[in-house]
């Protein structure tokens, strides 16, 4: 079980934006693909969106396409989350994870090859 940890989250205003970061403190990210996943109260897991370890493959949920960028800087060892146009339907508390031998599209929808998760990190869009 690798550790990951997520930060970034907050309250938003509707149309606001924020980002998330995901940091491994003990290992490097460079050999993993990453998800950010969210879970609403009473509501499935959804995968949001997906990078492989080189950056070079995404995967955006028809939710947050569009709205969402996902990228990742392997010399800081962190994989980032930008939220734009935030809506009532995006609060959740969001998740990142560890991925390996799957698509990203695998990773999201399937959760595929996964084997660590964070903490997570509590997203609030309310006027």
């Known amino acids: 079980q690798l550790q990951l940890v997520e930060s970034g989250g907050g309250l938003v205003q509707p149309g606001g934006s924020l980002r998330l970061s995901c940091a491994a403190s003990?290992?490097?990210?460079?050999?993993?693909?990453i998800g950010w996943f969210r879970q609403a109260p009473g509501e499935e897991r959804e995968g949001v969106s997906c990078?492989?370890?080189?950056?070079?493959?995404?995967y955006y949920a028809d939710s947050v396409k569009g709205r969402f960028t996902i990228s990742r800087d392997n010399a800081k060892n962190k994989v980032y989350l930008q939220m734009n146009s935030l809506k009532p339907k995006d609060p959740a508390v969001y998740y990142c994870?560890?991925?390996?031998?799957?698509?990203?599209?695998?990773?999201?929808?399937?959760?595929?090859?996964?084997?660590?998760w964070g903490q997570g990190t509590q997203v609030t869009v309310s006027s």
């Open positions: 003990e290992f490097t990210l460079d050999y993993y693909a």
């Open positions: 994870a560890a991925a390996k031998l799957a698509t990203v599209q695998a990773i999201c929808t399937m959760t595929r090859g996964v084997h660590s």
């Open positions: 990078i492989s370890s080189s950056g070079g493959s995404t």
